[in-house]
């Protein structure tokens, strides 16, 4: 991939894997290209790739110190024990839908629909 694709593609990994907005991992990858950590990326194509772009996104997003607001992310380790494994199935299923589930699709990243273009008379 050129090194174009390869910004793109740890900056869409950063949005992506730790859930934070678009502009910010831009901003994340912006400055690490300020601070010339992709200068070997450009210099070498071998560096430019799938598996090198996840551990760079990695790096980038924990050297920022951004809070990522990924479920996954704050989700506590799953306990078993003997009082959870014996809930009944039917209490679980009598549980409302999370306000989550009743929340609009988030908006396109280019900021919403794209309008028509109108052209007004002079």
Known sequence: MTYEEYLDEVTTLIFEKYDIPENDAVKIVMAAQDKEFFVPHDKSAKLRNIDQAHKDAKTLFEAAGVKSTAKSAAKPAVRTSASTAAKPAANVAAKP????????????????TPKPAVKTPK
């Open 97 to 112: 839908a999370s306000k989550s589930a009743s929340r609009p699709a988030a908006r396109p990243a280019t900021g919403g």
